[in-house]
């Protein structure tokens, strides 16, 4: 199995991290899978590597005729047959030319960008999902959409059956605004958790591989009058998740991790295309959807966070209700129903192993 995705300080990394959980899931099935990137980033390729997986490299323009064809390639030299494909630069001529090679083709979607649709599966494993995001698909197109299929990586997975106590009072707080966060709007929340009026905070502050801002945060880290402290590139989420009260964290694929612990927070969205999930996920009651970051000044951030850890948010929100209903949103066995599409004669073995 090769995976196409890309990430870097502009697009971040979740489009590899989430494929990783299917890397994982593919593995336990007894399936070797290959990272294909056109964008260098160190960190994560030796997270990718130190997770047993290979990775390889092109220099083809992302997304192109000739990112396409040499995909294709590489796919065909390494004896893969199947093409993980995660991406808003992958259109739908990408895809054709992928299935014109022969490949069977994974194309893993948020919103309908491609427009048209060549792909085996498509996968949107959003709140918003929807078929008609997929009227131009071939007829043998198979599409998965919801949160059914979310998928989590394997660290997760031994903690589908845990409970989660709710504090009285909140005083553990997670901060993660994704794998870059290129307007740095974790200082911004810094310097809210700063000015905060509670007391006897303890912070974590989780700065991605490929934060560019890494300094800045440190710095006011040290600073604050708040314990808070800065962790880079962490590999366990999941205990980091369970440690905390809340959180605080951008629109990105954390917030089905945090849906699945049943960890209440508030999202402060980084990019256009997360308003909508983060919307969504409000009006359900699961996560406080706080506003788009330019619209977020560092004394209203410290208000919200206030209010959350007092349970005092507006529009009924109450940690322990935001926790119950994460819990039944994400089962964490998404990833599970994704490989039986994928490899339905292993499935069973599957379950059975990851279980």
Request: aromatic share 8%; with cysteine.
């Amino acid at each position: 199995m090769i995976i196409r995705a890309d990430a870097s300080v502009e697009i971040g990394t979740g489009h590899v991290m989430r494929c990783m959980a299917l890397a994982q899931a593919r593995k336990v099935a007894g399936e070797t899978a290959t990272f294909l990137m056109a964008m260098p980033s160190p960190s994560l390729a030796e997270r990718l590597q130190n997770s047993g997986f290979t990775v390889l490299y092109h220099h083809e323009p992302p997304g192109s005729a000739a990112d396409a064809a040499a995909t294709a390639r590489i796919t065909k030299e390494t004896g893969n047959d199947w093409i993980i494909v995660d991406g808003y630069h992958f259109s739908g001529d990408y895809q054709q030319r992928i299935k014109a090679a022969g490949l069977k083709l994974f194309f893993i979607d948020d919103f309908g960008h491609a427009k048209t649709y060549f792909a085996d599966i498509v996968l949107n494993q959003n709140l918003s999902a929807s078929d008609t995001y997929y009227q131009q698909k071939q007829d043998n197109t198979q599409l998965l959409l919801g949160c059914q299929y979310t998928m989590l990586r394997e660290e997760f997975w031994p903690w589908r059956e845990g409970e989660r106590i709710i504090a009285p009072r909140a005083k553990r707080i997670l901060v993660t605004m994704g794998g870059s966060d290129p307007d740095n709007v974790t200082l911004k929340v810094i310097q809210a958790l700063s000015i905060s009026q509670l007391k006897d905070l303890e912070v974590i502050v989780i700065a991605g591989g490929s934060n560019p801002h890494l300094d800045s945060l440190k710095i006011a880290s040290q600073s604050s009058s708040t314990a808070i402290e800065i962790i880079e590139n962490t590999g366990g989420m999941p205990e980091l998740m369970a440690w905390a009260d809340v959180s605080i964290t951008a629109g990105g694929g954390t917030i089905w991790e945090m849906a699945f612990m049943g960890l209440p927070g508030i999202i402060i969205t980084i990019e256009d295309h997360q308003i909508e999930t983060a919307r969504r996920l409000h009006e359900r009651g699961i996560l406080y959807y706080h506003g788009f970051h330019r619209d977020c000044d560092v004394a209203n951030i410290s208000s919200a966070i206030e209010a959350l850890c007092r349970d005092q948010l507006p529009g009924g929100f109450t940690r322990t209700s935001m926790s119950k209903q994460g819990r039944n949103l994400i089962d964490g066995y998404g990833v599970e129903r994704v490989i039986r599409h994928m490899l339905p004669v292993q499935a069973t073995q599957f379950r059975r192993t990851i279980l």
